[in-house]
């Protein structure tokens, strides 16, 4: 069980630093857009396809008997993949993206980071996943990372591209538990592709329906690469988070997850000249709560839940 819980938190971690990057490029992407919908239905339709060509080239070389899907046999399944892919592949990402239009990055950037402790509610509700009090010190230490790297841009106040990244990460939250709980009979690939897959004919039904089905087709070669370049990211990102999913509980790859912070503001710092070293004290707290999330289950001391 520890070796397998390794695995998945090892994938997390590769999933973080491509979520890193990707924080980091997603930003020239919409501004090559000019509208947050168009892009996001262009980078997700690229992802999925590139998802399903990875898996295509996987299946043929590994065998279909470790790259495989797996038809979904009861009603909770189905259920789950049309979740996984509206309200996760599709609604959330819209919400999201166009909420950033309108918020300061960093108070996008520790809203969408709090999924951790969405995660943790929940999933000690729906998965029974145990917490000790480490757990619980590494969330807290996450969170207090994030609000340092925010450096006093959060506000409380509920304005319309607030409301919409909150929404966002809550259902993004709820999407986490429930692909958790179908990997107990699915395959990761058949939650991944379901996810991209159904999310992205989900967003050209949207496009039609707002008159941007034009817009979602990118017109020059700076959105084609736009789109190609974030289309690979959020398929590594997929392909890997599903993975660690099916390996490590929902709380702990979550938690990893929060590592991509150190990669954006690495990124930002080296090619920005962003004050990496007045980031310095609570990037290194964040570094803590991740390997502190690592170790939890290793220290002594009783479960919380």
Same mark, same amino acid.
């Given at each position: 069980?520890?070796?397998?819980?390794?695995?998945?938190?090892?994938?997390?971690?590769?999933?973080?630093?491509?979520?890193?990057?990707?924080?980091?490029?997603?930003?020239?992407?919409?501004?090559?857009?000019?509208?947050?919908?168009?892009?996001?239905?262009?980078?997700?339709?690229?992802?999925?396809?590139?998802?399903?060509?990875?898996?295509?080239?996987?299946?043929?070389?590994?065998?279909?008997?470790?790259?495989?899907?797996?038809?979904?046999?009861?009603?909770?399944?189905?259920?789950?993949?049309?979740?996984?892919?509206?309200?996760?592949?599709?609604?959330?990402?819209?919400?999201?993206?166009?909420?950033?239009?309108?918020?300061?990055?960093?108070?996008?950037?520790?809203?969408?980071?709090?999924?951790?402790?969405?995660?943790?509610?929940?999933?000690?509700?729906?998965?029974?996943?145990?917490?000790?009090?480490?757990?619980?010190?590494?969330?807290?230490?996450?969170?207090?990372?994030?609000?340092?790297?925010?450096?006093?841009?959060?506000?409380?106040?509920?304005?319309?591209?607030?409301?919409?990244?909150?929404?966002?990460?809550?259902?993004?939250?709820?999407?986490?538990?429930?692909?958790?709980?179908?990997?107990?009979?699915?395959?990761?690939?058949?939650?991944?592709? $379901?996810?991209?897959?159904?999310?992205?004919?989900?967003?050209?039904?949207?496009?039609?329906?707002?008159?941007?089905?034009?817009? $979602?087709?990118?017109?020059?070669?700076?959105?084609?690469?736009?789109?190609?370049?974030?289309?690979?990211?959020?398929?590594?990102?997929?392909?890997?988070?599903?993975?660690?999913?099916?390996?490590?509980?929902?709380?702990?790859?979550?938690?990893?997850?929060?590592?991509?912070?150190?990669?954006?503001?690495?990124?930002?710092?080296?090619?920005?000249?962003?004050?990496?070293?007045?980031?310095?004290?609570?990037?290194?707290?964040?570094?803590?709560?991740?390997?502190?999330?690592?170790?939890?289950?290793?220290?002594?001391?009783?479960?919380?839940?």
């Amino acid at each position: 069980m520890n070796a397998t819980r390794t695995r998945g938190l090892a994938l997390a971690g590769v999933t973080a630093l491509i979520s890193g990057v990707a924080v980091y490029v997603n930003g020239f992407g919409v501004a090559a857009f000019g509208d947050a919908t168009a892009y996001t239905t262009a980078k997700n339709g690229a992802a999925a396809l590139i998802l399903a060509l990875v898996f295509a080239v996987g299946r043929r070389s590994a065998g279909a008997g470790s790259v495989a899907l797996r038809r979904p046999t009861r009603p909770g399944h189905r259920w789950g993949l049309v979740y996984i892919a509206i309200l996760g592949g599709a609604v959330p990402f819209v919400l999201f993206f166009e909420g950033l239009a309108t918020t300061a990055s960093t108070q996008a950037a520790f809203i969408h980071k709090t999924l951790v402790v969405w995660v943790a509610l929940i999933a000690v509700v729906v998965l029974k996943e145990r917490l000790t009090w480490w757990h619980l010190g590494a969330i807290g230490l996450l969170v207090v990372a994030q609000l340092g790297l925010a450096g006093g841009g959060v506000s409380l106040v509920a304005d319309p591209g607030t409301t919409m990244i909150a929404a966002a990460t809550l259902l993004w939250a709820v999407e986490v538990v429930v692909t958790k709980r179908l990997l107990a009979d699915l395959t990761p690939w058949t939650t991944a592709l $379901a996810r991209m897959g159904g999310g992205t004919v989900a967003l050209l039904a949207w496009c039609g329906l707002t008159g941007r089905l034009d817009d $979602a087709l990118p017109a020059t070669a700076s959105q084609w690469g736009w789109v190609l370049l974030t289309g690979v990211l959020l398929a590594g990102y997929v392909a890997t988070w599903h993975h660690a999913l099916a390996l490590a509980p929902a709380v702990d790859v979550t938690a990893v997850l929060v590592l991509g912070a150190l990669v954006t503001a690495i990124l930002a710092g080296a090619l920005d000249a962003a004050p990496l070293a007045a980031q310095a004290p609570w990037l290194i707290l964040l570094a803590a709560g991740g390997l502190l999330v690592w170790l939890a289950p290793r220290l002594p001391g009783r479960a919380v839940t």
